[in-house]
C-alpha cells in the first residue's frame, strides 16, 4: 500500500525507507520542505547525496 491509497502524506521514517531502498548508505539528515523530504546519505563510498522523497507520491529523485 502507498501513500495515496491511505490519503494521506508519507512521515519522515518512510522517507528514509524509501531513499535507503535505492541509495546504499548512512542516513546523515533529513530535512522538510513544503511538498518533499530531502535525505542527505553518506553512501559506502564516501560521497554524501540528497535525495529528494515526495510527500504525495513516495517518488525519489536525486539531486
Given at each position: 500500500?502507498?501513500?495515496?491509497?491511505?490519503?494521506?502524506?508519507?512521515?519522515?521514517?518512510?522517507?528514509?525507507?524509501?531513499?535507503?531502498a535505492?541509495?546504499?548508505?548512512?542516513?546523515?539528515?533529513i530535512?522538510?520542505?513544503?511538498?518533499?523530504?530531502?535525505?542527505?546519505?553518506?553512501?559506502?563510498?564516501?560521497?554524501?547525496?540528497?535525495?529528494?522523497?515526495?510527500?504525495?507520491?513516495?517518488?525519489?529523485?536525486k539531486?
Amino acid at each position: 500500500m502507498n501513500a495515496t491509497d491511505a490519503g494521506k502524506n508519507i512521515d519522515k521514517k518512510q522517507a528514509i525507507e524509501l531513499a535507503l531502498a535505492q541509495y546504499q548508505g548512512r542516513t546523515l539528515k533529513i530535512t522538510e520542505q513544503s511538498d518533499s523530504f530531502v535525505v542527505r546519505i553518506l553512501q559506502t563510498d564516501g560521497r554524501v547525496i540528497d535525495i529528494h522523497v515526495d510527500k504525495k507520491t513516495g517518488a525519489v529523485t536525486k539531486d
